[in-house]
C-alpha cells in the first residue's frame, strides 16, 4: 500500500479536537506559520537570542542550521511553549505562545509533533501503546478505531511489524520511526525534528529522510528540522536558516545559501575548521596561562 | 496492548483485597476486639469478696473454654462485695446452679479471668440468676505460696506443727511463703508479726509433721530465689540432738539482705561480721 | 520547574531549602490530584508495581520479623516465667512500632528507589518533556499517580507485614517452642486494643511514613539532573532522607500519639 493511499484514508479519521489542525479554520492567511519577532533570551548570563527575527513558511521542510551551542533546540523549545524568551515574541498559527493559559498552550501542543533527539519513547510501554499514547489521553475512541489508526501510523513508519516490541528492543532509528508514528499519530499541522539525523547509518538515515518528506508532501505538514547532516538538508529542505551568535547570518534556499559566498556559510557548508565559528574557545591571554610575562604571542 | 492494562487491574485488585483481609484480621482477631461478645447470650451474676484486678470484658472460661465475658462490674449495694454480671453464650445453658465461679489468673503476669466449675446440682443457672458459689481473686502472694508447694503440704498432708523465729528484718517475705530445708518445701509462713516490745518481727511457720527430726539449733534465713524473685525462709540444719517440736523458737537467725547492704557488703571487706551480728543481736535499728 | 537551583550557602541551608522544596512539590502533587483522576488507570498500574510488586520482600520480613522476635522475647521472658506474655509482646512491637518502620523503610529500599530511578530516567530520556509535548501534563500523569499509590500501597503493606509477623510468632511460639495456642491469643487480644494500636499504630503511622517515602521518591526523580549520575545519586539520596525522615517522624508521631 503506498504512502499517498493511507494518508488518504487516514484523513477521513482526523479527529483533532483542536481547530488548528483543520486548514480551513487557519486564521492567518498568510503563508507564514511560526513567526519570530525580536526574540532574546538570556540562559545563565549568556545571550543565546539577540533579537531573533524568523519566518517559517506553512506547509514547507524549513531546516535550522548552526554551530553546535547556538540553541537551535532551545529555539525548538521556545516554539513548543516549554521556553519563554526575555523579550520578543512567537506567534504559532497566529497565537503568541509565549501568554497562552497553560490550558490553550496545551491545545496548540496538540497540534504539534516533535520529534526528540533520543526519540524519547516512553519505556514502559510497547512500541502500540506508544503510539497511542496520545489518542488515549486526548480522545475517548472505541478500541478498535484506535488499533487500525496505530497501525495504520505503524504501517505508515514500516514498522507495524514491531508493535508488540518495547522500546528496548528497537535500534535507534526503529526508535526514531515509532517516535515519528507517534508525533503524527494527530496528523499535527506542524512538527519539529530535534536531530532527526544523528547516529543513524546510512539506510536508516535515508528512511527517515523519506518519511520527512512523504509526510510534508502528502499531508502538507510543516516541517522544522535542526540537523547538522548538509546533504541530508540539501534533499530534503526547501528553505535553511543559518543561526549564529543569537541571529539569523544567511537564508534561502540550500541551494542559494550554498552558493552564496558569506564567511558563515562558506565555513559552514565548506567545513572550515576555523572562520567566524571560532576554534578556540574564548580564553584569556595563552601566554600568560602558560606563566609567561610579556609580550610572548 | 489492552491486555496489560486489565492484568494490572486485577492484580492490584488482588492486592488492595489482600491488604484489607490483612487490616480485618489483625483488628478483628488480635485485638480487645475478638473479645467483644456477638450473638445471643444471657446474663448471670455473680457476688465476689475481692475481684482483684478483674476487668470489663474478661473472659468467662468453662474448662479453659471462653463462654462468655465480664458485662460489667459494680459494688454489690448494701454489702462488702462486688457484684460482677457475666455474659454468657446461649449455646451454654446448661450451667449447675451449684457451679463455683472464681477468678483466676492467666499465667503470673497474665489478666484475670473468670473460671466456672461445674456442680452437680440438676437444676441450671437462668438469665438473670446469680451464682452463689464463688472464690474471691487470690493475692499474687498467696497464689506463690501455694504455687511453690508450701501450702498445699502444709494443707493436705496431715497436720503440722509450727515454730517460731525471730527476724531484725524479713524483707517482703509474706504469709503462704513457703519454708524450705534443702531446697525442698518442708511447710510455709504463717503469719508475720511485729513484737511490739523488743520491735522486730516473729515469723510463726508451720512445717510438715513428717519433717520433724529438725535440731532445735538449726539457723532460719530469709532468701530470695533470684534477684527478682520472692522470698522464702530457709531452714539450716545445726548439729543438736535435740529436735524442734510444736511452739519451738529459732534462735539462729539471717535477716533478709536488702540490695543496698548486699552492694556495701560486696564492695567492704569485712563487714559481713558486722551485719551478721546486727540481724542476730534483734536491736531498734529499723 | 528547576527544584534543584541551589542559592549556595551551607548544609543546613541546603537542607532547609530540599525541605522548603518538597512541601512546595507535595503542594503541587496535591493540587494535580483533581487532574490525575482521569488517569486513574495510571495509579492502579503504579499501585500493582510500587504495592503488589513489594509483597513478596514485605511478606518475608514480616514472617522472619515476629519469628525472630518470638524467640528472643521467649528466651528473655522465660527468666521470668512468663514466655505466654511473649505473644502480647510481639503484637505490641510490631504493631507500634517495628510493623511500620520496618514496611517504610523496606518500601524505601524496594519501591521509593524503583520511582526515583524511573522518573530520572524517564527525565534523562527525555519522556517527561515528550509528555509536555504531547499535551499531557506530567505531574498529573507521572508524579501524582505515583504519589498516590504509595500512600495508599503503605498501610495495606504494613497491615500485611503485621499479619505476617503475628502468623511468624505464632509459628515459632505455639508450633516450635510449646506456648499454649489459647494463652498465645487470649493475651494479645487482652493487651492489644484497637484504636491505640491498630489504628494509630499501623494505620496512621504507615499512612505517614507512605506519604513521605513517595513524597521524597516522586521529588527526588523530578528534581534529579536528567543524566545517568544524577539518577545514581538520586537513588541513594531517595534511601537516605526518606530513612532518615521515617526514624525521625516515628519518634514525633510516638510522642504525639502515645
Redesign the interface.
Known amino acids: 500500500m503506498a504512502f499517498a493511499d493511507i494518508f488518504g484514508y487516514l484523513q477521513r479519521f482526523r479527529m483533532m479536537p483542536s481547530s488548528m489542525t483543520d486548514p480551513v479554520h487557519a486564521t492567518t492567511d498568510d503563508s507564514t506559520l511560526v513567526r519570530v519577532r525580536g526574540l532574546t533570551t538570556v540562559l545563565n548570563g549568556k545571550t543565546i537570542f539577540d533579537a531573533l527575527d524568523m519566518d517559517i513558511p506553512r506547509g514547507k521542510v524549513t531546516a535550522i542550521m548552526g554551530p553546535s551551542g547556538t540553541g537551535k533546540t532551545t529555539l525548538l523549545k521556545h516554539i513548543?511553549g516549554?521556553m519563554r524568551g526575555d523579550a520578543g515574541e512567537i506567534l504559532v498559527n497566529g497565537e503568541n505562545v509565549a501568554t497562552l493559559s497553560r490550558e490553550r498552550l496545551?491545545?496548540l501542543?496538540?497540534g504539534?509533533g516533535?520529534l526528540?533527539?533520543?526519540s524519547?519513547?516512553?519505556?514502559d510501554y510497547?512500541v502500540?501503546?506508544n503510539v497511542a499514547?496520545?489518542l488515549r489521553?486526548?480522545t475517548k475512541l472505541p478500541?478498535v478505531l484506535i488499533?487500525n489508526l496505530v497501525l495504520m501510523k505503524l504501517q505508515a513508519v514500516g514498522l507495524r511489524g514491531a508493535a508488540g516490541l518495547m522500546p528496548s528492543e528497537l535500534s535507534g532509528g526503529m526508535a526514531r520511526r515509532v517516535a515519528l508514528a507517534?508525533a503524527i499519530v494527530f496528523d499535527p499541522m506542524l512538527i519539529l525534528y530535534d536531530e532527526p539525523f544523528v547516529g543513524l547509518d546510512p539506510v536508516a538515515l535515508n528512511q527517515v529522510l523519506k518519511l520527512i518528506r512523504t509526510l510534508n508532501r502528502t499531508l502538507g505538514i510543516t516541517s522544522v528540522l535542526v540537523a547538522h547532516e548538509i546533504e541530508a538538508i540539501k534533499q530534503v529542505a526547501d528553505h535553511v536558516f543559518l543561526i549564529a551568535n543569537g541571529k539569523v547570518v544567511a537564508q534561502g534556499d540550500p541551494k542559494t545559501i550554498a552558493a552564496d559566498g558569506s564567511p558563515w556559510t562558506r565555513q559552514f557548508f565548506g567545513g572550515e575548521a576555523d572562520g567566524p565559528v571560532p576554534f578556540q574557545y574564548p580564553a584569556g591571554d595563552l601566554g600568560q596561562a602558560l606563566g609567561f610575562s610579556g609580550a610572548v604571542k | 496492548m489492552s491486555q496489560p492494562r486489565s492484568s494490572y487491574a486485577v492484580g492490584t485488585g488482588l492486592f488492595i483485597v489482600l491488604g484489607f483481609a490483612a487490616l480485618a484480621y489483625l483488628a478483628t482477631q488480635t485485638t480487645s476486639i475478638a473479645n467483644v461478645h456477638q450473638g445471643a447470650s444471657y446474663t448471670v451474676e455473680a457476688h465476689f469478696a475481692n475481684i482483684g484486678q478483674l476487668k470489663d470484658r474478661a473472659p468467662v472460661k468453662i474448662a479453659g473454654v471462653r463462654v462468655g465475658q465480664v458485662e460489667s462490674i459494680g459494688l454489690a449495694s448494701g454489702q462488702d462485695a462486688a457484684d460482677v454480671k457475666l455474659s454468657i453464650d446461649k449455646r451454654y445453658d446448661k450451667i449447675p446452679l451449684d457451679s463455683v465461679a472464681s477468678i483466676y489468673t492467666s499465667g503470673l503476669l497474665g489478666d484475670q479471668y473468670i473460671g466456672i466449675e461445674y456442680g452437680h446440682s440438676k437444676k441450671v443457672v437462668a438469665d438473670g440468676g446469680t451464682l452463689a458459689l464463688t472464690k474471691p481473686a487470690q493475692q499474687l502472694e498467696a497464689m506463690l505460696g501455694k504455687f511453690f508447694g508450701a501450702g498445699g503440704v502444709a494443707d493436705n498432708l496431715g497436720g503440722t506443727y509450727t515454730v517460731s523465729a525471730r527476724f531484725s528484718n524479713v524483707g517482703t517475705l509474706s504469709v503462704g511463703a513457703p519454708v524450705k530445708m534443702a531446697g525442698v518445701p518442708i511447710g510455709s509462713v504463717q503469719a508475720v508479726q511485729v513484737d511490739p516490745v523488743k520491735l522486730d518481727a516473729k515469723v510463726t511457720m508451720a512445717i510438715d509433721k513428717r519433717y520433724n527430726q529438725i535440731p532445735d539449733d538449726s539457723a532460719a534465713a530469709v532468701f530470695t530465689s533470684g534477684l527478682i524473685g520472692t522470698q522464702y525462709v530457709a531452714i539450716q540444719p545445726g548439729g543438736s540432738p535435740d529436735v524442734l517440736k510444736n511452739g519451738s523458737q529459732l534462735i539462729l537467725t539471717q535477716s533478709a539482705m536488702q540490695l543496698e547492704d548486699l552492694i556495701g557488703k560486696f564492695l567492704v571487706n569485712g563487714s559481713s561480721s558486722g551485719s551478721s551480728k546486727s540481724s542476730n543481736t534483734p536491736s531498734g535499728k529499723h | 520547574m528547576n527544584p534543584r537551583k541551589r542559592t549556595g550557602g551551607n548544609v543546613v541551608i541546603q537542607s532547609l531549602e530540599q525541605i522548603g522544596n518538597g512541601g512546595l512539590f507535595l503542594l503541587t502533587l496535591l493540587a494535580a490530584i483533581p487532574r490525575s483522576l482521569r488517569y486513574f488507570r495510571e495509579t492502579i498500574r503504579q499501585l500493582w508495581f510500587v504495592g503488589a510488586m513489594s509483597l513478596t520482600i514485605i511478606m518475608v520480613c514480616g514472617l522472619f520479623v515476629g519469628m525472630v522476635l518470638m524467640l528472643q522475647l521467649y528466651h528473655v521472658l522465660s527468666i521470668f516465667g512468663s514466655t505466654s506474655a511473649s505473644g502480647m509482646v510481639v503484637a505490641l512491637a510490631v504493631y507500634r512500632e517495628l510493623g511500620p518502620v520496618v514496611t517504610a523503610l523496606l518500601f524505601a529500599g524496594r519501591a521509593g528507589t524503583a520511582i526515583t530511578a524511573e522518573i530520572g530516567l524517564m527525565r534523562a530520556t527525555d519522556q517527561i518533556d515528550a509528555m509536555e509535548l504531547m499535551a499531557v501534563d506530567p505531574i498529573a500523569y507521572v508524579a501524582t499517580p505515583r504519589f498516590l499509590a504509595g500512600l495508599i500501597a503503605m498501610p495495606l503493606l504494613t497491615c500485611v507485614f503485621c499479619a505476617m509477623a503475628i502468623f511468624g510468632a505464632h509459628l515459632v511460639g505455639v508450633t516450635w517452642l510449646g506456648i499454649d495456642n489459647g494463652t498465645f491469643w487470649s493475651n494479645m487480644t487482652a493487651v492489644v486494643n484497637l484504636r491505640t494500636d491498630i489504628v494509630n499504630g499501623v494505620l496512621l503511622k504507615s499512612l505517614a511514613f507512605g506519604l513521605v517515602v513517595s513524597l521524597i521518591a516522586v521529588y527526588q526523580g523530578f528534581a534529579t539532573p536528567p543524566t545517568s549520575e544524577g539518577v545514581a545519586y538520586a537513588t541513594t539520596r531517595t534511601v537516605v532522607a526518606s530513612s532518615i525522615a521515617i526514624l525521625a517522624l516515628d519518634f514525633v508521631l510516638t510522642a504525639f500519639l502515645m
Not at chain 1, 120 to 123: G, K, M, N, S, V
Open positions: 513548543t516549554q496545551f491545545a501542543r496538540e504539534i516533535y526528540f533527539q533520543n524519547a519513547l516512553l519505556t510497547d502500540f501503546e499514547f496520545p489521553q486526548h478500541e488499533r507517534r
